[in-house]
């Protein structure tokens, strides 16, 4: 995701390894739950985790999670995501 590799660049080291934490933690189900994701209001199955001022943007399937966007948190967050 070429995004998110140019998003990591220019985020601060701190929320950096945040975020790497973060999406380290996705894929097991025992780690994603203590991160407290919340559920998205309509769409579907799609979950948000807090990391500072971002947010990561997943959704979960039968087959597993996917990543879908890190994003600063501001008004546009969310939209485009239905």
């Known amino acids: 995701m070429e995004h998110l590799e140019k998003l990591l660049r220019r ?3 701190k929320h950096r390894a945040q975020i790497l ?4 933690c996705l894929e097991d189900e025992v780690c ?16 948000r985790i ?3 001022r971002y ?5 979960r399937s039968a087959s597993g999670v996917e ?11 969310y939209r485009g995501l239905r």
């Open 11 to 13: 985020v601060q080291p």
């Open 21 to 24: 934490n973060v999406l380290a």
């Open 32 to 47: 994603r739950q203590r991160l407290r994701p919340e559920k998205l209001s309509g769409a579907g199955a799609t979950y």
């Open 50 to 52: 807090h990391v500072g």
């Open 55 to 59: 947010r990561v943007i997943f959704s």
């Open 67 to 77: 990543l879908i966007d890190v994003r600063l948190r501001n008004e546009r967050t």
